[in-house]
């Protein structure tokens, strides 16, 4: 385990909660899309401590695009706050989200939730791993008997393409419901409590580490709509490895 990105990422946490529990300010960058000083603050840091044990690498962050572009087979990616909008609105499902790539490839994955105080883990070498124990996915393999994610806020259009895509899904499922935070979702499938996620707008950093996780804990990542998995691209389809979508 690297106990170094561990810890950096559970401090840039004890800030995240500092801002959860006090006050931060809130600011739209798009529709639907929101962005506080907390963002802001976390992001930074992590960007410093990151460029102190590594400072070769390249760092991408949701707020500040690339900086430290040095190394290009050597990347750290940064989500501060993934969840923003449940943490403007103080629910406590967000993480601080880290992957650390290598030749295009990741090699390690945080995610961390400072309110819960769930941290979880993968690299290489190592399975995933929720504060220090072993995950797995679920078994279920029947959509009717599932709790499917779906990404969305309250926007009409984006509910209505889901019903149009994924009917068979969200007619059928045990539970659908909207989680606003990737990373977490994913995780949430690694450590069997979700079964399956389904979301056309996630951006990379939101998903990159998450995504790793779960491949570690058996499960399985898609693009939306496509076959494969490239972390670099929007959207995303995941499950259990045996829900049947």
């Known amino acids: 385990m690297n106990e170094t990105l561990i810890a950096i990422v559970k401090e840039a946490g004890t800030i995240a909660k500092s801002?959860?529990?006090g006050e931060a300010t809130v600011d739209t960058k798009a529709p639907y899309d929101l962005v506080t000083n907390a963002d802001k603050i976390v992001e930074e840091f992590l960007m410093q401590k990151i460029a102190e044990i590594s400072?070769?690498?390249t760092i991408y962050g949701e707020e500040s695009g690339y900086t430290h572009k040095k190394d290009k087979n050597h990347l750290f990616v940064i989500d501060p706050i993934d969840?923003?909008?449940?943490?403007?609105f103080r629910v406590p499902y967000f993480a601080v989200s880290?992957?650390?790539i290598r030749n295009g490839e990741v090699v390690t994955a945080i995610v961390?939730?400072?309110i819960s105080e769930d941290l979880f883990y993968a690299d290489k070498e190592s399975p995933a791993l929720l504060n220090g124990f072993e995950?797995?996915?679920s078994p279920?393999?029947?959509v009717n008997d599932s709790l499917v994610i779906f990404g969305f806020s309250a926007n009409s259009s984006y509910i209505a393409r889901y019903q149009k895509e994924w009917p068979h899904v969200m007619d059928r499922a045990k539970k659908g419901m909207p989680l606003l935070s990737p990373s977490l979702n994913l995780c949430s499938i690694a450590s069997g409590r979700v079964d399956g996620y389904i979301d056309f707008k996630c951006s990379f950093e939101g998903q990159v580490a998450g995504a790793f996780i779960l491949q570690k804990a058996g499960g399985t990542v898609t693009n939306y709509l496509e076959d494969s998995y490239d972390f670099t691209k929007e959207g995303i389809v995941a499950t259990n490895g045996t829900l049947k979508v």
């Open 135 to 137: 995950i797995q996915v």
């Open 112 to 114: 961390y939730n400072p």
């Open 83 to 88: 969840g923003t909008a449940n943490f403007v």
């Open 55 to 57: 400072p070769e690498a």
């Open 98 to 100: 880290l992957a650390e």
């Open 140 to 142: 279920r393999s029947e």
């Open 19 to 21: 801002y959860f529990f």
